[in-house]
């Protein structure tokens, strides 16, 4: 455990190393996300200044919702960022001589590129969530842990999600497009699952399960879920992160380990 | 003419094998038409009017701009700046046909595309949630919607060109085009309507070439024509001026500095 | 140490059928046989060279022991592990070189690589200290380990490669083409390295490379491997007596000949003043020799083997020919 500890921060250090090579362009991708994060900030603030309500939320509950999507979104970005460069190590074989290391491959290709200047906007998201949690009100400390507990249920499914990337990426070539999709398809999260009609907001929230990774957090923390509601996320999380555990090992089985 | 069709040919048979590709591509721009979508159904619950928007008119809004979109912005010029980094960029100065053929023609395939999916789409969503309709659909709007369009339409073809330019000379491309899709994304009006942000901030940004991409085409349809519209096509005009000015420019000094490096 | 019992390996590739549909739900696949029931044992301490064409399966023995691809059949023990199962135990004991690959930190200098393996390996801070440093030693390398991988030359990449890959003191180290693409001077130095470093700390070795001359100035054995199949497997001086079917005389004279003795002309032979080659069967080596010494004035006689290489390809040939 400790070696792990010692290896997870190594690959930090030498990831941000290696980050800083190309500069301008990691500064304008964060002045980007920036950007697209405030402006968005702004329109729901207006929007909601106006209307008041948007499907029974009030302004604070709404952007409690939007960022603690910004935040589950960030933090999946920043832990799992190596996985949008596993193709190319499969591509060229290199992916082989991370086998051979004495480590949890997940160690190198899963968590082993932390992106600093994402760590950097947590900063600020933080400070964001804790004051409008605060302005937002009608929560207790017993939400307040199930919300939190829920936040960590969130991460660990975008985990097993990025486990399944991973495992795609040993078995076809179409990585890409199952990470993009899966970036859309969680910013539909950036606002309350009720606004959307049924069956989409069933679908959405159990199934895809958009809902219970950004939605049903925010639900905790209102006092607004029920104890089924909360089980299922739990399980079905639970559930995902041994499916995907499975297909890795069965992707890892059919490794070909071509390329050179 | 017949090598241009022959590019729009070809362009298009390259879609089909990048098919699917191209259909994700088209489903995550759906994802978003019904994140918008619904976004701005929960807004209007229990209310009529929201800033000058009628719900009806605001849905109408959204709607519009997706097929707007895919005309103005659908574009392979992002190509141009690989092109431009491995040096391929030559095996097309060499042949006789003008590199702005080629670009122009794999333009129109790729727009082509784009509006027929988008036309799907807006049915798909028709379909599903029946919501009302309500466009100003008169001789005069129709006309000048179609003209704001053409402009938009160079506006875009240009910024997105400019930004492909920028291989002369660094390869780290992406960056300023994430950006400039970041702006594209809220300035041109692909969430809201513009006027419903502050009024200063409104003016400010109707000077920047962006609104006249998406948002005015649009708000045309939904809201007629306003009494500034001259004035409005005349900032928009000068802009493509500007712009095509620049990528002229821009055009020529990277074209020296390429053949500075013997790439 | 190593022990391979009816090893298979199939691959599959997708064929694709033309309909995304289908080939999403019911794909098919095209099996190929990289590895066809093969057998055999590795003892400490040995040097094992593994010769054979591109595609017979060199590599893939050599990844399936590494525990890098899985055995489709067959039963292989490693140091007393099933490789595949990636115990932490086992991947400490082994290292894996591979020619093409690269397995350094590609923006950073190689001392940040070596670090990194410290910690990986669990490597102690003083045995770390001083197994660098007789590495960097062995191999020359103070003068770039500072410097960003990816700024070396290939041949000192290779080096602090092997450095990196080195550090744990592996058991069983593989070397796969660890000389490819190198010019002469870099073969040379890695080849001697891998000599001296083998029988200074007895690693058990497994080499695959294209230039038999590594092959033969590092391994005492051999495996060869075509079409999946061992086709021998024994000592290289076993296969030189076995399979060596000519002799090559060299005959070096002081004064050109005036005419070529006429029994010469029977043999393959080459004269260009002042060097002799004649090239005779094995079995008429003592018919000929005398009547060679006899007719020609000779300052310097060499009998020597035929070229490893032409061996090789003489037995390929043959199994080819005859299946």
């Not at chain 2, 006027?195 to 708000?219: C, G």
């Not at chain 3, 017979?56 to 050599?62: D, H, L, P, V």
């Not at chain 3, 000519?246 to 002042?274: G, Q, V």
């Not at chain 3, 007719?295 to 299946?323: G, P, Q, R």
Request: aromatic content about 14%; overall charge positive.
């Amino acid at each position: 455990m400790k070696k792990n500890f010692k290896l997870f921060w190594l690959f930090s250090t030498y990831s941000i190393k290696s980050a800083f090579q190309q500069r301008l362009g990691v500064v304008l991708f964060t002045l980007g996300k920036l950007l697209r994060f405030v402006v968005f900030f702004i329109f729901v603030y207006q929007l909601l200044s106006k209307t008041r309500f948007l499907a029974g939320y009030n302004i604070n509950q709404t952007i409690v919702f939007y960022l603690t999507y910004t935040m589950i979104d960030n933090l999946g970005q920043l832990l799992f960022r190596e996985v949008y460069r596993f193709r190319p190590l499969i591509v060229s074989g290199d992916f082989s001589g991370i086998l051979i290391k004495p480590y949890h491959p997940f160690m190198r290709i899963l968590i082993g590129g932390i992106d600093v200047l994402d760590v950097i906007l947590t900063l600020p998201y933080t400070i964001l969530l804790v004051y409008f949690i605060q302005k937002a009100g009608g929560f207790t400390f017993l939400t307040a842990i199930i919300y939190i507990g829920l936040i960590i249920n969130s991460l660990v499914l975008t985990m097993a999600f990025h486990i399944l990337v991973l495992s795609l990426g040993i078995l076809t070539t179409e990585v890409d497009h199952a990470t993009l999709i899966y970036r859309d398809l969680s910013r539909m999260g950036s606002v309350p699952m009720d606004i959307y009609k049924e069956p989409l907001r069933t679908l959405l929230t159990f199934v895809i399960p958009i809902g219970i990774m950004m939605s049903i957090p925010v639900k905790g923390l209102f006092g607004i879920l029920t104890w089924n509601v909360f089980l299922y996320s739990v399980a079905f999380c639970i559930i995902f992160l041994i499916g995907s555990l499975t297909i890795w090992k069965k992707a890892l089985m059919r490794y070909q380990s071509w390329g050179g | 003419m017949s090598t241009f069709i022959n590019i729009i040919d070809v362009t298009i048979n390259q879609y089909f094998i990048y098919r699917l590709s191209f259909v994700l591509w088209r489903f995550r721009n759906f994802l978003n038409l019904l994140l918008i979508y619904f976004l701005w159904s929960g807004v209007f619950v229990g209310k009529s009017q929201i800033f000058s928007y009628t719900q009806t008119q605001l849905i109408s809004y959204i709607l519009i701009v997706n097929i707007t979109g895919a005309v103005v912005l659908s574009t392979r010029t992002h190509e141009v700046a690989g092109e431009i980094l491995s040096g391929d960029i030559i095996n097309y100065l060499l042949k006789p046909l003008g590199y702005s053929t080629y670009l122009l023609a794999k333009e129109l395939a790729d727009k082509f595309l784009n509006i027929i999916f988008s036309m799907g789409e807006l049915l798909i969503l028709l379909v599903l949630f029946h919501p009302t309709l309500a466009i100003v659909a008169t001789p005069q709007t129709g006309a000048l919607f179609f003209i704001f369009l053409v402009v938009g339409l160079i506006l875009s073809f240009h910024l997105s060109l400019l930004l492909s330019l920028v291989a002369f000379w660094t390869p780290e491309v992406w960056a300023p085009r994430f950006i400039y899709m970041v702006f594209v994304t809220f300035l041109a009006g692909n969430f809201f309507p513009l006027d419903i942000l502050p009024k200063q901030l409104f003016e400010f940004f109707m000077f920047t070439p962006f609104p006249y991409l998406i948002y005015i085409p649009s708000k045309i349809l939904i809201h007629g024509t306003g009494t500034n519209v001259g004035s409005m096509l005349l900032i928009a005009l000068s802009w493509c001026l500007i712009l095509h000015f620049m990528v002229r420019v821009v055009w020529n000094k990277g074209m020296k500095e390429f053949s500075f490096f013997g790439r | 140490m190593i022990t391979v019992k009816d090893l298979v390996k199939t691959y599959e590739t997708p064929i694709k059928s033309g309909s995304i549909l289908r080939d999403i739900i019911d794909r098919q696949y095209k099996k190929n046989i990289a590895l066809n029931h093969i057998s055999f044992e590795i003892d400490e301490n040995e040097f094992v060279g593994f010769i054979g064409p591109n595609g017979a399966g060199k590599t893939t023995t050599m990844k399936i022991l590494s525990g890098i691809l899985y055995p489709t059949e067959g039963s292989t023990k490693v140091l007393g592990y099933t490789p595949f199962e990636k115990n932490n135990k086992f991947l400490k004991q082994i290292a894996f070189v591979m020619g093409q690959k690269n397995q350094m930190l590609w923006e950073l200098p190689a001392i940040d690589t070596f670090y990194l393996n410290k910690e990986i390996y669990e490597i102690g801070d003083a045995s770390f200290k001083q197994r660098l440093q007789e590495m960097v030693e062995l191999l020359a390398c103070e003068s770039f380990i500072d410097q960003p991988v990816k700024t070396l030359s290939l041949g000192q990449r290779m080096r602090v490669e092997l450095i990196a890959s080195l550090l744990h003191k592996p058991k069983i180290l593989f070397l796969d083409e660890p000389t490819i693409g190198l010019d002469i001077f870099a073969q040379a130095a890695i080849i001697k390295f891998l000599k001296e470093y083998q029988s200074r700390y007895k690693t058990t070795v497994m080499l695959t490379s294209h230039y038999m001359q590594d092959v033969q100035r590092l391994a005492k054995r051999i495996i060869m491997i075509d079409h999946g199949t061992i086709i021998f497997d024994g000592m290289l001086k076993d296969l030189i007596r076995d399979y060596s079917e000519e002799k090559i005389i060299n005959i070096i004279m002081d004064e050109p000949l005036e005419k070529l003795p006429a029994f010469i002309s029977h043999y393959r032979h080459a004269y260009t003043f002042p060097q002799l080659k004649i090239t005779i069967q094995k079995s008429q080596l003592h018919k000929i020799l005398p009547q060679i010494l006899e007719s020609v004035a000779y300052n310097d006689v060499t009998i020597e083997d035929e070229h490893i290489e032409d061996i090789i390809k003489k037995i390929f040939k043959k199994k080819n020919t005859s299946s």
